[in-house]
């Protein structure tokens, strides 16, 4: 069974810093591409970033470009999110998703965690 | 503003059927680029309800369905049900932003 399981999130204050970590099973986690989608209180989803299977490419949405930083280890089956700079309008759930084989930015989010909530405020 | 627009909340009553729009443009859907569609039932994840704009992941109702033509795609729910009340977003990539975009999402009530 895949399992998706994000953690990290807190309260942080405006110019802050963050990791996430989204701790993967039950799948090869070296196959698949792997992305952050997050859900603003009360809002819709936005695409935050993705990284390859093997973690030589990464994309990121305008809103978080050169503030974040997607990361993975496959030794620990493990993606991460660094968030730098954080500003208020980055509060929100924060989800990792895996991404099909053979996709890159271009796929779709086959299998989603929980959520882990960051709340960026002071 | 969302890339991809849908209606902000739609209704129908148990067994009805209904279609959820999602309109996009030449950078998008227009540009022949897959559709996809989530679930997101209430205070949970999303769920993958279509994917490459017609298909059905497994465990997914045959009551739901996709279609796409042009620079817009459709969900469709026949025989509503009780537990179809959710958030439906439609979801395709974008080559002026070069990354993943989403619609605004659609609040489905059951009558």
């Known amino acids: 069974e895949v399992q998706l399981l994000e953690s990290g999130g807190r309260l942080v204050q405006p110019g802050g810093s963050l990791r996430l970590s989204c701790t993967a099973s039950?799948?090869?986690?070296?196959?698949?591409?792997m992305s952050w989608v997050r859900q603003a209180p009360g809002k819709g989803l936005e695409w935050v970033s993705t990284i390859s299977d093997g973690g030589g490419r990464t994309s990121y949405a305008d809103s978080v470009k050169g503030r974040f930083t997607i990361s993975r280890d496959t030794s620990k089956n493990t993606l991460f999110l660094q968030m730098n700079s954080l500003r208020a309008e980055d509060t929100a759930i924060y989800y990792c998703?895996?991404?099909?084989?053979?996709?890159?930015?271009?796929?779709?989010?086959?299998?989603w965690g929980q959520g882990t909530l960051v709340t960026v405020a002071s | 503003q969302s890339v991809l627009t849908q209606p902000p909340s739609m209704s129908g009553a148990p067994g009805q059927w209904v279609t959820i729009s999602c309109t996009g443009t030449s950078s998008n859907i227009g540009a022949d680029y897959d559709v996809h569609w989530y679930q997101q039932l209430p205070g949970t994840a999303p769920k993958l309800l279509i994917y490459?704009?017609?298909n059905r992941p497994s465990g997914v109702p045959v009551r739901f369905s996709g279609s796409k033509s042009g620079a817009s795609a459709s969900l469709a729910i026949t025989g509503l049900q009780a537990e179809d009340e959710a958030d439906y977003y439609c979801?395709?990539?974008?080559?002026?932003?070069?990354?993943?975009?989403f619609g605004g999402g659609t609040k489905l009530t059951v009558l």
């Open positions: 039950g799948f090869t986690f070296s196959a698949h591409a």
């Open positions: 490459a704009n017609t």
């Open positions: 998703a895996r991404v099909p084989i053979s996709f890159f930015v271009s796929g779709y989010f086959e299998y």
């Open positions: 979801q395709s990539y974008d080559t002026s932003l070069s990354g993943s975009v």
